[in-house]
């Protein structure tokens, strides 16, 4: 089975960085498109990054910037590199990857369906 676990997320003040990780397993994910989502108070999930096959990216305009997306296909890892963190990017981050068949969310020209638990990042003022 696809398995996607998450880590890295904690607190910090802002202007703080910090450093996102998503083991893949069950799923060749370099030839998939792979991503991170957010679900911050108040507010529906979004999609803040992705990354697909060839290694092209894309970020949400409110991270573009500060957040950087990549892969470490020897270690079947994805991360997400937050610098600058703002107190409005508190919120549960998602490793996702796409799912063609069944996937039900569209962003970045991928259909998401795998999903991980989520990790907490919170930033204070």
């Known amino acids: 089975q696809v398995q996607l676990v998450e880590s890295g997320g904690g607190s910090v003040q802002a202007g703080g960085s910090l450093r996102l990780s998503c083991a893949v397993s069950g799923f060749t994910y370099s030839r998939y498109c792979m991503g991170w989502f957010r679900r911050t108070p108040g507010k529906e999930r979004e999609g803040v990054a992705t990354i697909d096959s060839d290694g092209s990216t894309s970020y949400a305009d409110s991270v573009k910037g500060r957040f950087t997306i990549s892969q470490d296909n020897a270690k079947s890892t994805l991360y997400l590199q937050m610098n600058n963190l703002k107190p409005e990017d508190t919120g549960m981050y998602y490793c996702?990857?796409?799912?063609?068949?069944?996937?039900?969310?569209?962003?970045?020209?991928?259909?998401?369906?795998?999903w991980g638990q989520g990790t907490q990042v919170t930033v204070s003022s």
């Open positions: 996702a990857a796409e799912d063609s068949v069944y996937g039900r969310t569209w962003y970045g020209g991928c259909r998401f369906g795998f």
